[in-house]
């Protein structure tokens, strides 16, 4: 079993920055493609980026590319989304999402992860 807890959520002024945290436990972190995913009140969960194992390879969809940065230190088990530049549609709850392989490959599908933390919220005022 594979236990996420996110952190680094609260509230910003828009144009300004949080760092998201996805701490793992249960299974070591290399094992662990990881991806985020976010749901705004009323929307459905929609992909914002995801890792592979070996942090070689991160795939971010269109709204967040250069603005958002995934990094992962295996070390502390620890995956982190650095948000710059946030914007009012930015606004969400924030998942993060573990699936166990032995490949490099990054996913983008909701149902490719088998393990979701509890999330962590991200407000960001206009």
């Known amino acids: 079993q594979v236990q996420l807890v996110e952190s680094g959520g609260g509230l910003v002024q828009a144009g300004g920055s949080l760092r998201l945290s996805c701490a793992a436990s249960g299974r070591t972190l290399s094992s662990l493609a990881i991806g985020w995913f976010r749901q705004a009140p009323g929307k459905e969960r929609e992909f914002v980026g995801a890792?592979?194992?070996?942090?070689?390879?991160?795939y971010y969809v269109d709204s967040v590319k250069s603005r958002f940065t995934l990094s992962r230190d295996n070390s502390r088990n620890t995956v982190y989304l650095q948000m710059n530049n946030l914007e009012p549609e930015d606004t969400a709850i924030y998942y993060c999402?573990?699936?166990?392989?032995?490949?490099?490959?990054?996913?983008?599908?909701?149902?490719?992860?088998?393990?979701w933390g509890q999330g962590t919220q991200v407000t960001v005022s206009s």
């Open positions: 999402a573990a699936r166990i392989t032995i490949s490099d490959l990054i996913y983008s599908g909701k149902d490719d992860y088998a393990y």
């Open positions: 890792i592979s194992r070996s942090g070689s390879n991160t």
